[in-house]
């Protein structure tokens, strides 16, 4: 829209009345001290991470300039603002009387001005107090704050109705129509699928080299097996929900993979029901219907899963080989009826914490394996035998069973192991090893016992150059993040 005639805008007389009024107003070439605009930024960006992904990143892709201080938005009252333009002099005939006056609306949250002089009846600047999305000039483009405002409301649950609750309540001088809203939002959810595409791509490398790292190698046509969670979640609590997702997530690195949504609703598929049919608009519809699924919400969670896990290969290079079980099984008995791997690969159901510690078992052996093909005999009396793993397999196992409350212990007591193992009796290394006259560590139960330990060459600890290669695989199994979903899935159990 064109805001060049006078009649756009409120005079200055008018504007006396109207002072009351507050307005939002973007000043950009108010700079304050570098603390504020370090602090500024901060704050900013973690304001922006609602969704758990680089938001900043996705402004970027949808357009919008980037979050540094002189592009960022200020509330302004108007009525404050009015005063500060008051007591300057007009540049052309250098007499006090400018006024500033904004556009009445139908721009959303952005707002044009027009700095104007009474003496001289000229008018000093006329522009929009904000940007379009990157800078764009073109009238089609959305305007950056109101691509912003929709982002955030959209990242915290909330609609059009709550945005205008919100600017209602804040005295805004106007609010963004439904339509803008629209708009805006489509262009947010455009760069949100291009992003997540991005993101995708990336985390399935870091998947890959992560089972690398432990010893697990896409077969040779490249598809790797690997265990997920699957969990769905619906828009609305019970069974009424006309929206449901459901997303694949790697155990080991807790990376996202792929999702789903399904809809079995379309408000204007709903608006026509009944009516005689109009197959102009059907066509014209029907590529951006939302409504891609007929069923119940209780239905979707499983449509879900066969979709996922039908498509693994062809979009990932993977196989959803193991199925961490969640209680409920529905998920996993629709994968494996589908048995989209063919019978060469069952699809497992299994516990997080075994199978976190069989992980452990497996990486050690093949450490053993690589370093042999090295010239690097880690096998043999007194080294990593096949019973020296097993136990620390188990002892790992225990660790995450015993110590799911408390991460920071847990982590503690998984490199208790490590330590335990590489203890001699010159330098032992018990004191993270867990205490008390049950504790898997001799050590430890001698002390509890108040007995003298025992000599460490009956225990068979490592020699310390072979205690130090498992090191890797330890801290890779001692992740935080694969701990605390370890931990997670064994407290929601025992509830
Ligand atoms: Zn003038
Ligand atoms: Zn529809
Ligand atoms: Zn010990």
């Not at 990376?255 to 059907?282: R, Y």
């Not at 060469?344 to 990486?363: F, L």
């Not at 509890?448 to 199994?477: C, M, N, Q, W, Y």
Request: proline share 4%; hydrophobic share 35%.
């Amino acid at each position: 829209m064109k805001l060049s005639t006078r009649k756009a805008f409120v005079g200055r007389r008018k504007m006396k009345s109207k002072q009351r009024e507050r307005a939002i107003v973007v000043e950009k070439s108010m700079v304050t001290t570098p603390t504020s605009v370090t602090k500024e930024r901060s704050a900013s960006e973690t304001k922006l991470n609602v969704f758990g992904i680089d938001m900043e990143e996705m402004l970027r892709q949808s357009g919008a300039p980037a979050c540094h201080f002189e592009e960022c938005y200020l509330f302004v009252q108007k009525s404050i603002m009015l005063d500060f333009f008051s007591i300057l002099l007009c540049p052309m005939c250098k007499q006090p009387g400018l006024t500033f006056a904004t556009s009445s609306g139908e721009l959303g949250f952005a707002t044009k001005a027009r700095l104007a002089c009474e003496v001289c009846d000229k008018v000093v600047k006329e522009d929009f107090l904000c940007e379009r999305v990157g800078g764009s000039k073109s009238q089609t483009d959305p305007f950056d704050v109101n691509l912003r405002a929709t982002l955030a409301f959209r990242g915290i649950g909330c609609g059009h109705s709550a945005m205008k609750e919100w600017a209602s309540t804040m005295n805004l001088a106007h609010v963004m129509s439904y339509d803008a809203y629209r708009t805006a939002h489509q262009k947010i959810a455009d760069a949100s699928r291009h992003t997540f595409q991005e993101i995708a791509s990336k985390s399935r490398e870091a998947i890959v080299s992560a089972y690398n790292e432990i010893g697990e190698h896409p077969d040779e046509n490249g598809i790797l097996n690997i265990a997920v969670s699957f969990d769905g979640s619906w828009q609305k609590r019970g069974f009424t929900s006309h929206n449901g997702i459901a997303a694949v997530i790697d155990l080991l690195t807790g990376l996202p993979i792929d999702f789903e949504v399904l809809s079995n609703f379309c408000i204007k598929c709903k608006a026509v029901e009944g009516e005689q049919e109009d197959l102009e608009w059907k066509k014209r519809h029907e590529p951006n219907c939302p409504k891609n699924f007929e069923g119940t919400a209780g239905a979707m969670e499983v449509a879900c899963a066969k979709k996922l896990w039908s498509r693994s290969i062809e979009k990932c290079n993977f196989r959803y080989a193991t199925i961490l079980s969640d209680g409920d099984s529905k998920a996993f008995d629709a994968v494996t009826s589908l048995n989209p791997y063919g019978t060469g690969v069952q699809i497992q159901k299994e516990d997080c914490v075994n199978h976190v510690s069989k992980r452990m078992g497996m990486a050690l052996r093949n450490l053993v394996a690589i370093s042999k093909a090295q010239k690097v005999q880690l096998s043999g009396k007194g080294k990593l035998t096949q019973e020296k793993i097993t136990k620390i397999q188990n002892y790992y196992g225990r660790a995450i069973k015993d110590n799911s409350c408390d991460i920071q212990l847990l982590k503690k007591r998984i490199m208790a192991v490590l330590l335990h193992l590489s203890s001699t009796n010159k330098m032992p290394k018990h004191m993270h090893c867990p205490p008390g006259e049950h504790s898997w560590c001799f050590w430890q139960r001698a002390i509890a016992k108040s007995t003298v330990p025992e000599s460490h060459e009956e225990h068979e600890t490592l020699p310390p150059d072979i205690g130090k290669k498992p090191v890797p695989i330890f801290l890779r199994l001692s992740d935080e993040a694969l701990l605390k979903r370890c931990a997670r899935q064994k407290n929601t159990k025992s509830n």
